[in-house]
């Protein structure tokens, strides 16, 4: 399984599995979220006054702002993701290995929903909508085509074959990124 992104267990996958953690950092709170509605009050001569809904967009995150949340983001999807290699690591019951898979993609959701919620610097903004619309609804799928697999080795059968594991192998926009926050590679 990859950190921020799809269980893929094949070795070589293995290897990369945490390549998205977040280095040791701490978590931090919850993400930047777009504006909400305010409203301002304004007053007139004659005695009434109005109330005037306005929505202005968040501002973007600086990049180190965004590197802080983006870790932040990204790391329970990568301690699931450590969990479901360990599971495999361990040859611990399948049974376990499918929830652990289940709980790594509740958490690749939940992070899903966070990264679009936060507004990314305008360089890094379309690495991450590409991420969202690509990378990880196929490692989603693919982790849920191997929890359904019913054995490591037809979970091993299925991440060398299935089109959404093999898609998810490449960690391009997750890499970009990185890069493009200033944080470390990812390894593997």
């Not at 360990?86 to 399948?94: H, M, S, W």
């Not at 305008?122 to 990880?136: E, F, H, K, S, W």
Request: glycine residues 6%.
């Amino acid at each position: 399984m990859k950190g921020y992104g799809a269980p893929v267990i094949a070795a070589a996958a293995l290897a990369a599995g945490l390549a998205l953690a977040a280095c040791g950092s701490p978590p931090r709170p919850g993400p930047v979220a777009a504006a909400s509605p305010s409203a301002s009050v304004t007053a007139s001569p004659a005695v009434s006054t109005a109330v005037t809904p306005s929505t202005s967009p968040a501002a973007r995150l600086t990049t180190q702002q965004a590197a802080r949340a983006y870790l932040r983001i990204v790391d329970p999807v990568n301690r699931a993701t450590g969990t479901v290699n360990t599971d495999r690591a361990d040859d611990v019951l399948f049974s376990q290995f499918r929830a652990d898979t289940r709980t790594y993609v509740a958490a690749l959701r939940k992070g899903d929903a966070q990264l679009r919620a936060t507004r990314w610097p305008a360089r890094v903004q379309p690495y991450v909508t590409a991420m969202l619309l690509t990378y990880d609804p196929a490692s989603i799928r693919c982790a849920q085509a191997e929890a359904a697999a019913g054995s490591y080795a037809a979970a091993t059968s299925v991440s060398s074959t299935n089109q959404d594991c093999i898609a998810a192998q490449d960690i391009g926009d997750p890499q970009q990124i990185r890069a493009l926050l200033h944080l470390p590679p990812m390894q593997g």
